[in-house]
Structure formats: C-alpha cells, structure tokens
C-alpha cells in the first residue's frame, strides 16, 4: 500500500477509533515501546525546532506556517505556537498502549483515548509509517490529539486555504506542518 493510501487510511480509521468501542488495547511490546518513545523524543524536538523558528522569525517555518494553516499574520502565528507548546507539554507525559488490529476498524496509525488524555494507542500502521517525511512516526505522534479531523496532505492544504481557522485546529496541519520544519519538506 502507498504511504498515500496509508495516510488516508490512517486518517480515516484515527476518526472512527477515537470514538469506537473497538478491540481493547493491549500492553506494547519491548519493541514496540521502543519505536514509540523514539518516536516521541524526535516528535518533541520537532515540536521545540518549530516552535523557536516561529519565535525566530525563520522564513522556513513561516513559509511553512503560511502553507499548512495559512497564517498570514503574528496573531495566527501565535495561535499555532501555543497549540505547538500544548502538543509539547504533552509529550512528556503520554503512555502507549497498542492495538494491531481491531475487528470493526481494521488498522489505524494512532489516537489519543478521549477518556484519558495521555494515553495514545498505536495502530500497525504506525509501526510501518516512515521515519522521515510526510506521515512518518514522529509526525503521527506531533498531529495525534482526541479531535483528529482532515487527514492527507492534499486534504490539509485544501483546507488551509479554504477555512484557516480550521486548519489551525486540524491535528493533519499540524503533523505535516512540524514534518514541514524538520524534514526540510
């Protein structure tokens, strides 16, 4: 399967998952466990290398800010720096559970338990999501919130130029966004 096909899919099944009442997430693996905290650490430095380039001023991250949330002035800047600290305080302290396969969903990449904010539960397709790049596991994990909405970049973008407010509360603008700064995307 395309990692297109995968980002849509992951999209699509992080929706529904959040709200299902699918198969009952299990303890990770030692392998599992650690993929997901090395993909936390490097989500977290992603989140601290956007956040100083907005604070910097970088025409990197601005341009990036413009494309995925159409930010075009300091205000929405600041709006999508303190949702990036928000998503940044959190890494600290989430947990992993995993959940393969559930029988009503099929694979999903991740999502954030509605009822317990610092859970996030990993689907299969997380652990096959690239390392760099759009929809890769660092990017899943900066974009997982209890709200996940639009999913795929062309669905993000479209977005950010359709209803920015909008974009700047997608958890799919942010992943690519925080991918955007630092895979140099």
């Known amino acids: 399967m395309s990692n297109y096909a995968k980002t849509i899919l992951c999209g699509l099944l992080l929706a529904i998952a959040a709200a299902s009442a699918g198969a009952t997430p299990i303890a990770c693996t030692a392998t ?10 490097e989500a977290k430095q992603g989140l ?39 998503v940044s305080a959190f890494t600290g302290g989430a947990t992993f559970l995993c959940e393969t396969a559930t029988t009503q969903l099929g694979d999903a990449c991740a999502y954030v338990d509605p009822n317990q904010a610092f859970v996030i539960t990993l689907g299969h397709f997380f652990f096959t999501a690239p390392a760099s790049g759009y929809s890769s596991r660092l990017g899943v994990l900066a974009g997982a919130t209890k709200d996940p909405k639009i999913h795929g970049t062309t669905e993000a973008l479209a977005l950010a130029q359709s209803a920015p407010k909008s974009a700047q509360g997608n958890a799919g603008n942010f992943e690519y966004f925080v991918e955007s700064v630092i895979f140099k995307l």
């Open 32 to 41: 599992q466990l650690a993929a997901a905290k090395g993909a936390m650490s």
């Open 48 to 86: 601290a290398l956007a956040i100083k380039g907005i604070d910097d001023n970088d025409p990197a991250v601005h341009a990036a800010l413009g494309k995925w949330f159409s930010a075009v002035n300091s205000s929405d800047a600041q709006h999508v720096r303190e949702r990036l600290v928000k």
